[in-house]
Nanobody, 120 residues
Framework: QVQLVESGGGLVQAGGSLRLACAAS????????MGWYRQAPGKQRELVAR???????NLADSVKGRFTISRDNAKNTVYLQMDSLKPEDTAVYFC??????????????WGQGTQVTVSS
């Protein structure tokens, strides 16, 4: 089994900052990448940021220059530092992990989500 524990969501004023964290544990034989998606009401889920075990990152254009993703491989934890937040960043943020299981099959797992609300 895999567990993802997300933390750090909340309510913040526009221009403020929040830091999300997501810790993965369980039968993760090798983690390939971890990342964050978000889903706003009435909209599709979209990629926010992703980071591989080697440190390569990709961020959505809408958050470049404002959000930073980082990772602690030893702890299988990924962080999303969100600065200069805007009301349009309001969404449920989901952590995801892509990993290899005991049969060397690639799998993914999603967290429950954490609410981020940015007030204007």
């Amino acid at each position: 089994q895999v567990q993802l524990v997300e933390s750090g969501g909340g309510l913040v004023q526009a221009g403020g900052s929040l830091r999300l964290a997501c810790a993965a544990s369980g039968t993760l034989f090798k983690v390939n990448s971890m990342g964050w998606y978000r889903q706003a009401p009435g909209k599709q889920r979209e990629l926010v940021a992703r980071i591989t075990s080697g440190g390569s990152t990709n961020l959505a254009d809408s958050v470049k220059g404002r959000f930073t993703i980082s990772r602690d491989n030893a702890k299988n934890t990924v962080y999303l530092q969100m600065d200069s937040l805007k009301p349009e960043d309001t969404a449920v943020y989901f952590c995801t992990v892509v990993y290899f299981d005991s049969t060397n099959s690639v799998r993914d797992y999603w967290g429950q989500g954490t609410q981020v609300t940015v007030s204007s």
